[in-house]
């Protein structure tokens, strides 16, 4: 009877811990986004932190080189990755869109190191934080 009654006790505890793991901000699921694109290279991941129209443009470039290059327009290796600014701070507890800054440091393609600023929009989607929008960088001169 114990042993039954310590079962249930524990059951929903396994339960919690199995469930995917879901960003509990805006924030978060920003820099999971970058992670998945500049650390992990992991474009299954990125695609998993993307809204709807997002995903397909990411499907439509099919590599995380790709993005890179044409999404986000920042190549880097070995970047670190972390959130600067973020327009959620206020009212977090009941915002459902925001604006991310994103701060990644990392080797350029010459060797030395760069660091690069970029902004999206993060929005609440049936419970899940998703980037829905990649921001032009607004510092870019030229082409």
């Known amino acids: ?3 039954h009654l ?12 199995c469930g995917e793991k879901k960003e509990s901000t805006g924030e978060d699921a920003a820099v999971a986004f970058f ?19 997002l995903r397909t443009i990411i499907d439509s470039y099919g590599s995380i080189s790709g ?6 327009a920042l ?16 009212l977090r507890k009941v915002a459902t869109e925001a604006v991310v800054q994103i701060h990644l440091k990392g080797l350029a393609e010459n ?6 600023d970029r902004f999206v929009v993060v929005k ?19 082409g």
């Open 1 to 3: 009877m114990l042993r």
């Open 6 to 17: 310590l079962l249930l006790l524990l059951l929903p505890l396994l339960l919690i811990g």
């Open 35 to 53: 992670k998945a694109v500049y650390v992990d290279s992991d474009l299954n991941a990125a695609r998993a932190l993307a809204g709807p129209q």
């Open 67 to 72: 993005i890179r290059r044409n999404l986000v």
């Open 75 to 90: 190549y880097l290796d070995n970047a670190e990755v972390t959130a600067s600014d973020t327009t959620e701070d206020f």
């Open 111 to 116: 060797g030395g190191v760069r660091e690069a």
């Open 124 to 142: 609440q989607i049936a419970g899940r934080w998703l980037v829905i929008e990649i921001l032009p960088d607004r510092f870019k001169v030229g």
